[in-house]
């Protein structure tokens, strides 16, 4: 017989094992009703991913013509910060957008590649522990986290969400009909109603580039672009259009699906547009609304004044920045870090800063190479001239051209000449030094596919 205290123990017991039997087939039942993925994740791909990649294999191609395309010129980017600028990333409006999409334009930049160099900025945990595992002898980790978006051959990009307007417009449209037939205990009513409520609503984001070197925004070079978002209430869909132009249509799709993915679209169209303005490359042809005719069409850009049509998506400030490229060399004036231009000579030319007005010789045949290597020695900086530049841009043509491979540069010169005029995207008029057949041959280079791909 067991005593009333070891009875008292023995249910105390049995107690606690049958808790924590519930217990268990309790966590065993909700685990069981936990399912893993029954799909492997998929990329995240936009009607921008490919002119992404295209984009890279463009910028590749153009940052090696200082080298007669033989080399890549890299260009070092820093993305700095891209964020929401109108408050409707608040937790007073329901946290709509991200706040924060530096890291979403990173990854973008990540998949251009080829050309682009992108500085890490190290969080400032890392920097402290970078110093603090210096001073235990480890020197490696401080060599891993310098601040490279300062070097002055670098350019910063800024970007942020500018405008956010809901409910634009608001465009209803219905359509109902009737019929009664029969009569008595048999009369029959049919009624067929439909309704389609369409709201727009607009988003901006805004890019733009500083130049290290000076501390100045860089002009021309920023980029704004405005997306309209329709949302279809009849089917839950959702169209997409960037500055009038339509490039997408999502469906079975939230509406902060349709947000996030619409700011994605901008972050893509941002980055495209401003380095492309930047570094002076057609890179609307990139675009999914791209005509990809044969050529672009350049004179009635540079010569006349070209009537206003949505439908053209070629960028006038680029093309006539390449003419003025062409036309005018730029320098940095030293004491007051001020970038200054002066007309480009047909020859290559050596300027001398020393004084307030610049010097300038044009290098003709009476100067022997001891004589510029003299100059230089003195502090005179050598400049492209017209047929030097014109020279750098048909060799590129050459290489990436299999016709043009065996041609003189005066032979490829007067080939592609003939082509463009025949093509109508000049005249008969255009001379050997004449700006429009610069731009001509500028915007026209043929692009190889995957040229990012060699550094």
């Known amino acids: 017989m067991l005593s009333a205290v070891k009875k008292k123990q023995f249910t105390s017991y049995l107690i606690g094992l049958l808790n924590l039997l519930l217990i268990s087939c309790s966590t065993t039942d909700q685990l069981q009703r936990v399912k893993e993925p029954e799909t492997l994740p998929t990329p995240r791909k936009t009607v921008l991913s490919d002119g992404l990649a295209c984009f890279g294999d463009m910028l590749a191609e153009y940052r090696r013509l200082e080298t007669f395309g033989q080399q ?22 329901n946290h709509e957008v991200p706040s924060n999409m530096t890291e979403l334009a990173l990854g973008v930049a990540a998949k251009i590649g080829g050309a682009l160099r992108i500085a890490n900025i190290p969080a400032d945990e890392e920097i402290t522990n970078a110093l603090r595992l210096k001073q235990l002898g480890f020197t490696q980790y401080e060599q891993a986290f310098k601040v490279k978006q300062y070097l002055s051959d670098a350019i910063v990009i800024y970007g942020a969400l ?15 009909a009737g019929s009664d037939f029969g009569g008595g205990k048999g ?7 439909t309704a389609t409520v369409t709201n727009i609503a607009r988003i901006t984001m805004d890019f733009r580039i500083v130049f290290n070197g000076t501390g100045d925004i860089v002009n021309h070079a920023s980029a704004t672009n405005t997306l309209l978002l329709y949302q279809n ?3 839950l869909s959702f169209g997409i259009s960037i500055n009038s132009q339509s490039i997408g249509h999502l469906t079975s799709i939230t509406e902060v699906d349709a947000r996030h993915a619409a700011i994605r679209l901008l972050v893509e169209m941002g980055l495209i547009s401003s380095l492309g303005k930047y570094n002076l490359v057609p890179y609307w042809q990139c675009l999914p609304t791209a005509t990809h005719s044969p050529y672009i069409a350049v004179t009635d850009v540079l010569t006349a004044e070209k009537p206003h049509d949505e439908n053209d998506i070629r960028d006038a400030d680029v093309i006539n920045a ?17 970038h200054k231009h002066l007309p480009r000579a047909q020859n290559d030319m050596l300027v001398s800063f020393q004084t307030t007005l610049p010097t300038v010789k044009e290098i003709t045949e009476q100067f022997s190479t001891d004589t510029i290597q003299a100059l ?16 750098k841009l048909l060799t590129l043509h050459q290489h990436n051209h299999q016709e043009l491979a065996h041609l003189s540069l005066q032979e490829t010169l007067q080939r592609l000449t003939t082509d463009y005029i025949k093509a109508g995207i000049l005249d008969e008029t255009v001379t050997v030094t004449d700006s429009r057949l610069y731009v001509a041959l500028w915007l026209n280079l043929p692009i190889r596919h995957n040229a990012r791909w060699e550094y």
Request: glycine share 4%; aromatic share 12%.
């Open 72 to 93: 890549l010129r890299p260009l070092n980017i820093a993305i700095v910060s891209v964020k929401d600028a109108t408050g409707i990333s608040s937790e007073e409006y």
């Open 162 to 176: 500018t405008e956010y307007d809901r409910l634009l417009d608001n465009a209803k449209r219905s359509f109902n």
């Open 187 to 193: 009369a029959t009513t049919v009624d067929f109603s």
């Open 233 to 235: 209430a009849h089917d």
């Open 322 to 338: 390449i003419k003025a490229e062409f036309e005018n060399f730029e320098y940095l004036e030293s004491h007051t870090n001020v």
């Open 376 to 391: 230089q020695s003195q502090g005179w900086r050598r400049f492209d001239g017209r047929q030097t530049k014109l020279k």
